[in-house]
């Protein structure tokens, strides 16, 4: 890792370089949507199910319009007057805003109600009668697929009278088959079901906007909490017939987004709708339980996982069939594409020939969404899955998890390596990080000690992650949303003084771009990272991005900000060898400065060229020193990293301690190496989130249980052990600076290595896997059955 060196910054990149957010974010001084004040505001709040699954025989607002203060009730029927009734969803489907003759979940919305003050909206949401039959509920997806289950969704004519949304396939079936069949004669083949339970993102600030219609001017303005500011609003042009330029859309700062706001939610299409026919702005804030229980959560994926291996432990074949539970709406269905597609990663980091994945996805009355949770675009099921099944096949073929790795990995000459499942991984070399790794934590040593406990009857586990990530939404082939190619954007302007404003397409909910973009500038420019401010999030002013997710920033924005740079050094140059009278081949570059090659007294600094830009350009170019790029990149970034986990167990309570846990990331060439580092702490309590914590359930009747932060278990300070890094750097060969994304590797890797160290714990006793989340409670089961409980 770099230091920062005594002499002034002249080039940014790979240096822990502070957060300039932070100077304002430390001091109270951030800007988020509830902090915004209109005069006239309105505030609304949601009239919401109690069931989760209802006709809806009558909407009563005559009481609700009685209530002092409330100016206005929005039911499903007045959307269709503005044109607002149907919201896209990721999956390209629509689906209603609010539920007009039958609800489908606990918490869907029903109306919507504003009012003089956010207390007088509640009362008058209280006030609204609505009439429910109530009808029987599915909240298993295994009993949605039975023939007699009651149909979710009638209305979706183009599909079967059933509540599978689609089947979806990929890999080679018939190879995968023939290789099982192999293994079932001369191999071995390992199975095993596991469950990745439903979670929810839960950002600190919940979703929210406020929309703000001016007629005189036909401007509508909305701050919202978006993660994709501009795809935001490019929907409500499409949606409501407005015209973009007329359609403002401000993400101010925003308090964590995890992937719960990239997606459209009522709130913020009846915000719009409400300021259209009252006139006046109309501030909608979600509630904790809100957020908790409607909006899009993530997951919820019942895998079977089967790997086809020869007697060593060298695999052939994998084989998932997985039943993916979306909830109520098509949300995140499209089977081919963006959400389901990053399934594609399940062979992992290892060298599999032959692999075949089938996804069954069905409605059950759930809560919709099956987005993201940094992240599950599939990735986290993925990563799960191949590494439980890797412990698994080790165990049957009596090999040690590191062991079984190192064999299988990918090799680094192999790359870039086109996996069974038919993606390219740019770069990676596996077996870099976990020898990293185990060297680190002093893996022999453990696996004595562990041995020495065991004997004593205590219970000591170690787990190993050796996970692939595959982020930088990406290449049009990959990620056709709606037929938009997933490029982003960045605008950059030399002032004469040499200081620098540059715009982005993509949005930071925390991740610290205003500091690394500036970095990137820097780097490409050789001045300070100081004299560099990044502006985001105001589609007025930013260029046309898709936003951040997927870990994109830096694959793509990232991308576009370097290629920008240097189309403004390429100018650079031709106005430095202008005004050093020499050809523009006879210059030498420095950061910060062109000089005349054999003659480096003869220069000029950028701030000197930025300065003739404006006063003093050579007649054959523009005045102006300014650029813009587009970069649609040509392929995913597949950052990797390997994870040690090691616990100890108390056969008293059942209770999981994590004693260590070392990260080895590597995401190619690092701008800012403490970001970095914050990034991983924070996806790693991510990670330890589902795997010791968090799970959405829901009861039999579609009863949301964890509906508030005392029933769904994030984890804080007290449960977090100490997480100790290191890195290996491994750049990407297609990315001009050679970095790939990191912000959801720690939530990607962590929870398979902390599984793995439980049932590493418990494996001599044939435990060979535990749903996670691991809760005292299951592993005192388990202790109770092997004898092994204390209490
Ligand atoms: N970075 C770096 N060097 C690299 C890679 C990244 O210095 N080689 C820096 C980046 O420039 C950026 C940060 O690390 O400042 C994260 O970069 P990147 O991996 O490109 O991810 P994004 O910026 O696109 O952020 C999205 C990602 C996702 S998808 C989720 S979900 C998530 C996450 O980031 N949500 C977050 N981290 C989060 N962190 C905070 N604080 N809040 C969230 O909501
Ligand atoms: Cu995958 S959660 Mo992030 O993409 O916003």
Same mark, same amino acid.
């Given at each position: 890792?770099?230091?920062?060196?005594?002499?002034?910054?002249?080039?940014?990149?790979?240096?822990?370089?502070?957060?300039?957010?932070?100077?304002?974010?430390?001091?109270?001084?951030?800007?988020?949507?509830?902090?915004?004040?209109?005069?006239?505001?309105?505030?609304?709040?949601?009239? /919401?199910?109690?069931?989760a699954?209802?006709?809806?025989?009558?909407?009563?607002?005559?009481?609700?319009?009685?209530?002092p203060?409330?100016?206005?009730?929005?039911?499903?029927?007045?959307?269709?007057?503005?044109?607002?009734?149907?919201?896209?969803?990721?999956?390209?489907?629509?689906?209603?805003?609010?539920?007009?003759?039958?609800?489908?979940?606990?918490? %869907?919305?029903?109306?919507?109600?504003?009012?003089?003050?956010?207390?007088?909206?509640?009362?008058?949401?209280?006030?609204?009668?609505?009439?429910?039959?109530?009808?029987?509920?599915?909240?298993?997806?295994?009993?949605?697929l039975?023939?007699?289950?009651?149909?979710?969704?009638?209305?979706?004519?183009?599909?079967?009278?059933?509540?599978?949304?689609?089947?979806?396939?990929?890999?080679? /079936?018939?190879?995968?088959?023939?290789?099982?069949?192999?293994?079932? %004669?001369?191999?071995?083949?390992?199975?095993?079901?596991?469950?990745v339970?439903?979670?929810?993102?839960?950002?600190?600030?919940?979703?929210?906007?406020?929309?703000?219609y001016?007629?005189?001017?036909?401007?509508?303005?909305?701050?919202?909490?978006?993660?994709?500011?501009?795809?935001?609003?490019?929907?409500?042009?499409?949606?409501?017939?407005?015209?973009?330029?007329?359609?403002?859309?401000?993400?101010?700062?925003?308090?964590?987004?995890?992937?719960?706001?990239v997606?459209?939610?009522?709130?913020?299409?009846?915000?719009?709708?409400?300021?259209l026919?009252?006139g006046?702005?109309?501030?909608?804030?979600?509630?904790?339980?809100?957020?908790?229980?409607?909006?899009?959560?993530? /997951?919820?994926?019942?895998?079977?996982?089967?790997?086809?291996?020869?007697?060593?432990?060298?695999?052939?074949?994998?084989r998932?069939?997985?039943?993916?539970?979306?909830?109520?709406?098509?949300?995140?269905? %499209?089977?081919?594409?963006?959400?389901?597609?990053?399934?594609?990663?399940?062979?992992?980091?290892?060298?599999?020939?032959?692999?075949?994945?089938?996804?069954?996805?069905?409605?059950?009355?759930?809560?919709?969404?099956?987005?993201?949770?940094?992240?599950?675009?599939?990735?986290?099921?993925?990563?799960y899955?191949?590494?439980?099944?890797?412990?698994?096949?080790?165990?049957?073929?009596?090999?040690?998890?590191?062991? &079984?790795?190192?064999?299988?990995?990918?090799?680094?000459?192999?790359?870039?390596?086109?996996?069974?499942?038919?993606?390219?991984?740019?770069?990676?070399?596996?077996?870099?990080?976990?020898?990293?790794?185990?060297?680190? &934590?002093?893996?022999?040593?453990?696996?004595?000690?562990?041995?020495?406990?065991?004997?004593?009857?205590?219970?000591?586990?170690?787990?190993?992650?050796?996970?692939?990530?595959?982020?930088?939404?990406?290449?049009?082939?990959?990620?056709?949303i709606?037929?938009? %190619?997933?490029?982003?954007?960045?605008?950059?302007?030399?002032?004469?003084?040499?200081?620098?404003?540059?715009?982005?397409?993509?949005?930071?909910?925390g991740?610290?771009?205003?500091?690394?973009?500036?970095?990137?500038?820097?780097?490409?420019?050789?001045?300070?990272?100081?004299?560099?401010?990044?502006?985001?999030?105001?589609?007025?002013?930013?260029?046309?991005?898709?936003?951040?997710?997927a870990?994109?920033?830096?694959?793509?924005?990232?991308?576009?900000?370097?290629v920008?740079?240097?189309?403004?050094?390429?100018?650079?140059?031709?106005?430095?060898?202008?005004?050093?009278?020499?050809?523009?081949?006879?210059?030498?570059?420095?950061?910060?400065?062109?000089?005349?090659?054999?003659?480096?007294?003869?220069?000029?600094?950028?701030?000197?060229?930025?300065?003739?830009?404006?006063?003093?350009?050579?007649?054959?170019?523009?005045?102006?020193?300014?650029?813009v790029?587009?970069?649609?990149?040509?392929?995913?970034?597949?950052?990797?990293?390997?994870?040690?986990?090691?616990?100890? &167990?108390?056969?008293?309570?059942?209770?999981?301690h994590?004693?260590?846990?070392?990260?080895?990331?590597?995401?190619?060439?690092?701008?800012?190496?403490?970001?970095?580092?914050?990034?991983?702490?924070?996806?790693?309590?991510?990670?330890?989130?589902?795997?010791?914590?968090?799970?959405?359930?829901?009861?039999?009747?579609?009863?949301v249980?964890?509906?508030?932060?005392?029933?769904?278990?994030?984890?804080?300070a007290?449960?977090?052990?100490?997480?100790?890094?290191?890195?290996?750097?491994?750049?990407?060969?297609?990315?001009?600076?050679?970095?790939?994304?990191?912000?959801?590797?720690?939530?990607?890797?962590?929870?398979?290595?902390?599984?793995?160290?439980?049932?590493?714990?418990?494996?001599?006793?044939?435990?060979r896997?535990?749903?996670?989340?691991?809760?005292?409670?299951?592993?005192?089961?388990?202790l109770?059955?092997?004898?092994?409980?204390?209490?």
């Amino acid at each position: 890792m770099t230091t920062t060196s005594a002499g002034p910054h002249v080039h940014g990149l790979g240096e822990p370089y502070k957060r300039k957010e932070d100077a304002r974010f430390i001091r109270g001084k951030g800007n988020y949507v509830d902090d915004i004040q209109l005069p006239g505001m309105l505030y609304a709040d949601i009239v /919401r199910s109690p069931y989760a699954h209802a006709l809806i025989k009558s909407i009563d607002i005559s009481k609700a319009l009685q209530v002092p203060g409330v100016v206005a009730v929005i039911t499903g029927k007045d959307l269709e007057a503005a044109g607002l009734a149907w919201m896209p969803t990721l999956s390209g489907d629509s689906e209603a805003v609010l539920a007009v003759d039958r609800v489908l979940y606990q918490m %869907q919305e029903v109306a919507f109600v504003v009012a003089e003050s956010r207390y007088a909206a509640a009362d008058g949401a209280a006030a609204v009668e609505v009439d429910y039959e109530p009808l029987p509920v599915v909240v298993d997806p295994h009993k949605a697929l039975a023939p007699d289950a009651p149909l979710l969704r009638p209305d979706k004519k183009d599909r079967q009278p059933t509540n599978q949304i689609y089947h979806w396939e990929t890999g080679d /079936r018939a190879a995968t088959d023939a290789a099982f069949a192999e293994a079932e %004669q001369n191999g071995v083949v390992v199975r095993q079901d596991m469950y990745v339970p439903r979670i929810h993102p839960a950002p600190i600030e919940t979703c929210g906007c406020v929309a703000d219609y001016n007629a005189a001017t036909g401007k509508l303005t909305v701050w919202m909490t978006s993660q994709a500011p501009h795809a935001h609003r490019t929907l409500f042009a499409i949606v409501s017939g407005l015209p973009e330029h007329r359609i403002r859309v401000i993400s101010p700062d925003v308090g964590g987004g995890f992937g719960n706001k990239v997606p459209i939610y009522p709130g913020y299409v009846c915000a719009v709708v409400a300021a259209l026919k009252t006139g006046r702005p109309v501030k909608w804030i979600e509630d904790r339980t809100e957020n908790l229980t409607s909006t899009g959560f993530a /997951r919820d994926y019942h895998i079977h996982a089967e790997i086809a291996a020869d007697k060593e432990g060298t695999v052939k074949a994998l084989r998932v069939y997985t039943l993916a539970d979306h909830g109520a709406f098509d949300a995140a269905a %499209q089977p081919t594409k963006f959400p389901a597609g990053l399934f594609h990663i399940c062979t992992g980091s290892y060298d599999f020939k032959h692999a075949h994945v089938a996804v069954d996805a069905v409605h059950t009355n759930k809560a919709p969404g099956g987005i993201a949770y940094r992240c599950s675009f599939r990735v986290t099921e993925a990563s799960y899955l191949i590494e439980r099944m890797m412990d698994t096949l080790a165990r049957e073929v009596g090999k040690d998890p590191a062991e &079984i790795r190192l064999q299988n990995f990918i090799k680094p000459e192999a790359f870039p390596y086109r996996s069974a499942l038919g993606w390219t991984y740019d770069s990676g070399n596996y077996e870099r990080a976990l020898r990293l790794a185990m060297e680190k &934590i002093g893996y022999e040593e453990l696996r004595r000690e562990q041995a020495e406990k065991r004997a004593r009857g205590e219970l000591m586990g170690i787990g190993i992650s050796s996970f692939t990530e595959i982020v930088g939404a990406g290449p049009g082939k990959h990620f056709d949303i709606a037929g938009i %190619q997933m490029f982003d954007s960045c605008e950059i302007r030399v002032h004469p003084t040499g200081k620098v404003l540059a715009r982005i397409g993509v949005q930071t909910q925390g991740q610290g771009h205003e500091t690394t973009f500036a970095q990137i500038i820097a780097a490409e420019l050789g001045i300070s990272p100081d004299d560099v401010d990044v502006e985001h999030g105001d589609t007025d002013t930013a260029p046309y991005g898709l936003g951040t997710y997927a870990s994109r920033s830096t694959p793509v924005g990232g991308a576009a900000t370097a290629v920008a740079a240097r189309k403004i050094r390429d100018k650079a140059r031709k106005i430095a060898a202008y005004l050093l009278e020499v050809g523009e081949e006879d210059l030498e570059w420095e950061p910060g400065r062109f000089y005349v090659r054999g003659s480096p007294s003869k220069g000029k600094t950028i701030q000197e060229i930025a300065f003739a830009a404006y006063t003093n350009c050579p007649p054959y170019l523009e005045p102006g020193l300014e650029a813009v790029n587009y970069y649609d990149p040509p392929n995913l970034t597949y950052p990797f990293g390997s994870y040690i986990c090691v616990v100890d &167990i108390d056969r008293g309570t059942g209770e999981v301690h994590i004693r260590r846990f070392l990260a080895v990331d590597d995401c190619g060439t690092v701008i800012n190496p403490m970001i970095v580092e914050g990034q991983i702490h924070g996806g790693l309590t991510q990670g330890l989130a589902p795997a010791l914590y968090e799970q959405l359930a829901y009861d039999e009747n579609g009863n949301v249980l964890g509906s508030n932060f005392q029933d769904y278990l994030i984890p804080t300070a007290m449960e977090t052990p100490r997480w100790e890094t290191a890195r290996t750097v491994t750049p990407s060969p297609h990315h001009p600076i050679g970095a790939k994304g990191v912000g959801e590797s720690p939530t990607v890797g962590a929870p398979q290595a902390i599984a793995n160290a439980v049932v590493d714990a418990l494996a001599h006793v044939g435990v060979r896997h535990i749903d996670i989340p691991i809760t005292p409670w299951k592993v005192w089961a388990i202790l109770k059955e092997k004898g092994l409980a204390t209490a």
